[in-house]
């Protein structure tokens, strides 16, 4: 049973770091998107960083330049470092696999896998 757990958030000040793991089991194969997603409290889920098992990345806009995301398919593990990060990233970040499309090809909820996901919240 194919199983995506995330790790590494936590609580930080505005303008600190933190680096989120997505440890998967039981692909047989890299997926061929990964992504994270993140719930702000009383907001629809957003797409925050996304990346093909090409390495082919993109980034939503407020996210840009200050997260990177990225993945070792020989580990089946998805990482997103965070840096300068601002009290409106306070979400909950979950960790989606796409397992045979692109990303972007289809919308990502109807992504096949979702982690559970993992709190960061950043105080001003």
């Known amino acids: 049973q194919v199983q995506l757990v995330e790790s590494g958030g936590g609580s930080v000040q505005a303008g600190g770091s933190l680096r989120l793991s997505c440890a998967t089991s039981?692909?047989?194969?890299?997926?061929?998107?990964m992504a994270w997603v993140r719930q702000g409290q009383g907001k629809e889920r957003e797409g925050v960083a996304d990346i093909d098992s090409d390495g082919y990345t993109t980034y939503a806009d407020s996210v840009q330049g200050r997260f990177t995301i990225s993945r070792d398919n020989a580990k089946n593990t998805l990482y997103l470092q965070m840096h300068s990060l601002k009290p409106e990233d306070t979400a909950i970040y979950y960790c989606?696999?796409?397992?045979?499309?692109?990303?972007?090809?289809?919308?990502?909820?109807?992504?096949?896998?979702w982690g559970q996901g993992t709190q960061v919240t950043v105080s001003s």
């Open positions: 989606a696999a796409d397992r045979w499309r692109r990303c972007g090809a289809r919308p990502i909820y109807e992504y096949d896998y």
């Open positions: 039981a692909f047989t194969a890299s997926p061929y998107c």
